[in-house]
């Protein structure tokens, strides 16, 4: 593993110069964990353990399965760029879930729709258009993700 801008990439990406891990024709980031700001040094913290992230304007709030939080200067865009091809999945403008995380899946009606994720106490409203996205995007659903 290396670390590039602040994240740990797996050893199979190929780096250069500018920071940018890159394949022969595409360009693919494998990141496995980030640093944040702690009380004396920088935390690594591990992307598994990631259950949402939140903006709050230029920065977004990270929340993990073990109850912390952490500010991150980062939009969710740029998480958007970073976690494409992994289990996060984005609500909507201001939020991505990690799907690993959900516990229970309930939709209460056709426009409406309430995720837990573990390590996180207040359940996550969706909307119609979040739900129809997850359902395009999750035809085979996992257990959890049964409508009930």
């Known amino acids: 593993m290396i670390c590039v801008n602040n994240f740990v990439i797996k050893s199979g990406a190929k780096v250069r110069q ?16 980030f640093k944040v700001a702690g009380c ?13 992230i939140k903006a709050q304007g230029d920065y977004t709030q990270i929340s993990l399965d073990y109850g912390a939080k952490h500010l991150v200067r980062r939009t969710t865009d ?3 760029k970073l976690l494409n091809g992994t289990s ?3 609500l909507d403008r201001s939020t991505i879930i990690n799907l690993a995380h959900v516990v229970s899946y309930r939709r209460t009606s056709r426009d409406h729709a309430w995720i837990r ?7 996550v409203h969706i909307g119609r258009r979040a739900i129809l996205r997850l359902d395009q995007e999750h035809k085979l659903r996992p257990p ?3 409508a009930g």
């Open 40 to 52: 004396s040094a920088p935390l690594l913290v591990k992307l598994a353990h990631a259950v949402s």
């Open 144 to 146: 959890q993700f049964k």
């Open 117 to 123: 994720l573990q390590g996180l106490k207040e359940p």
């Open 18 to 33: 500018n920071g940018i891990a890159a394949e022969p024709r595409a360009i693919t980031m494998m990141v496995e964990a």
């Open 88 to 90: 996060f999945f984005r």
């Open 78 to 80: 740029a998480w958007i």
